[in-house]
C-alpha cells in the first residue's frame, strides 16, 4: 500500500492478560495529546463483518475448530477490518492502533496449534498483500502471569484462555521469535512490570521509531 500517506500502523501484540487492552487506551490518550487522529480498533474485529466472525472464534468450546480453519476464519475477518477500518483511516492521515493482528495467527494458529507457517504466509499475501504494521509492540510476560490477569477480569470470551498453559507458552515463545526474525518493525516489551513503567516504555518505542 505504498500510495497512503502520513497515518501510522501500529500493532500491539501478546498472549492473554499481557495488558494489549489497558496500554492501547493509553497510547491513544498520548498520540491525540500531540495531536494526532488515533483510530484503536482490535482483532479479531474492528469493522461490523468482522465482529460477527470474532463471535465465532473467541466464544464457544476450544475445540470447535482446527487450526486451519481458525487461520481462516481470522484471515478472512483481518480482510474485512482492513477494508472497512484500518485502510480507511490511514487515509485520512489517521494513526491506527490494532490490538492484535496478524502476528496472533502466526503466534497462536502457527506455533499454538502447528499449522503450517508457508500456508500462513500464502494467506498473508491473499488477505492483506504487502501492506505490513509500521510498528509491533509486543508485549511478554510469563503465561501464568498473564492468565492471572486475564481470569481476574470478567467475559464471555474464554475460549483462548481457556486452552493449555503449553499451548501459550508455545505463543509466547511464538511471538518472541518473530521480534527476533523482524527487528525492523517488532520491539519486546517488558510486560510484568506496573502499567505506567510499561506505558513509559511503550511511548518511548513509539517515539524512538516513529518520531511520535
Ligand atoms: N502492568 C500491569 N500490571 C498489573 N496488572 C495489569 C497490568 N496491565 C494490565 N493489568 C490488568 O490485567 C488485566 C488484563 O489486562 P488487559 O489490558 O485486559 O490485557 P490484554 O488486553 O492483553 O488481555 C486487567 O484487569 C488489567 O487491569
Ligand atoms: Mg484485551
Same mark, same amino acid.
Given at each position: 500500500?505504498?500510495?497512503?500517506?502520513?497515518?501510522?500502523?501500529?500493532?500491539?501484540?501478546?498472549?492473554?492478560?499481557?495488558?494489549?487492552?489497558?496500554?492501547?487506551?493509553?497510547?491513544?490518550?498520548?498520540?491525540?495529546?500531540?495531536?494526532?487522529?488515533?483510530?484503536?480498533?482490535?482483532?479479531?474485529?474492528?469493522?461490523?463483518?468482522?465482529?460477527?466472525?470474532?463471535?465465532?472464534?473467541?466464544?464457544?468450546?476450544?475445540?470447535?475448530?482446527?487450526?486451519?480453519?481458525?487461520?481462516?476464519?481470522?484471515?478472512?475477518?483481518?480482510?474485512?477490518?482492513?477494508?472497512?477500518?484500518?485502510?480507511?483511516?490511514?487515509?485520512?492521515?489517521?494513526?491506527? &492502533?490494532?490490538?492484535?493482528?496478524?502476528?496472533?495467527?502466526?503466534?497462536?494458529?502457527?506455533?499454538?496449534?502447528?499449522?503450517?507457517?508457508?500456508?500462513?504466509?500464502?494467506?498473508?499475501?491473499?488477505?492483506?498483500?504487502?501492506?505490513?504494521?509500521?510498528?509491533?509492540? &509486543?508485549?511478554?510476560?510469563?503465561?501464568?502471569?498473564?492468565?492471572?490477569?486475564?481470569?481476574?477480569?470478567?467475559?464471555?470470551?474464554?475460549?483462548?484462555?481457556?486452552?493449555?498453559?503449553?499451548?501459550?507458552?508455545?505463543?509466547?515463545?511464538?511471538?518472541?521469535? &518473530?521480534?527476533?526474525?523482524?527487528?525492523?518493525?517488532? &520491539?519486546?516489551?517488558?510486560?510484568?512490570?506496573?502499567?505506567?513503567?510499561?506505558?513509559?516504555?511503550?511511548?518511548?518505542?513509539?517515539?524512538?521509531?516513529?518520531?511520535?
Amino acid at each position: 500500500m505504498t500510495d497512503l500517506p502520513a497515518g501510522r500502523f501500529i500493532t500491539l501484540e501478546g498472549g492473554e492478560g499481557a495488558g494489549k487492552s489497558t496500554q492501547i487506551a493509553r497510547l491513544k490518550d498520548k498520540l491525540e495529546r500531540l495531536g494526532h487522529a488515533v483510530v484503536a480498533t482490535r482483532e479479531p474485529g474492528g469493522a461490523p463483518g468482522a465482529e460477527m466472525v470474532r463471535k465465532l472464534l473467541v466464544e464457544g468450546p476450544a475445540e470447535r475448530w482446527d487450526g486451519t480453519t481458525e487461520a481462516l476464519l481470522h484471515f478472512a475477518a483481518r480482510r474485512d477490518h482492513l477494508r472497512s477500518t484500518v485502510w480507511p483511516a490511514l487515509k485520512r492521515g489517521a494513526w491506527v &492502533i490494532s490490538d492484535r493482528f496478524a502476528d496472533s495467527t502466526i503466534a497462536y494458529q502457527g506455533y499454538g496449534y502447528g499449522v503450517d507457517r508457508r500456508m500462513l504466509d500464502k494467506l498473508y499475501g491473499i488477505a492483506v498483500g504487502d501492506f505490513r504494521p509500521d510498528l509491533t509492540l &509486543i508485549l511478554d510476560l510469563p503465561v501464568e502471569t498473564g492468565l492471572g490477569r486475564a481470569a481476574a477480569r470478567r467475559g464471555s470470551e474464554t475460549r483462548y484462555e481457556s486452552l493449555a498453559v503449553d499451548f501459550h507458552g508455545r505463543v509466547r515463545a511464538g511471538f518472541l521469535e &518473530i521480534a527476533t526474525a523482524d527487528p525492523g518493525r517488532c &520491539i519486546v516489551i517488558d510486560a510484568t512490570r506496573d502499567i505506567e513503567a510499561v506505558a513509559a516504555a511503550i511511548a518511548a518505542a513509539v517515539r524512538v521509531r516513529l518520531g511520535a
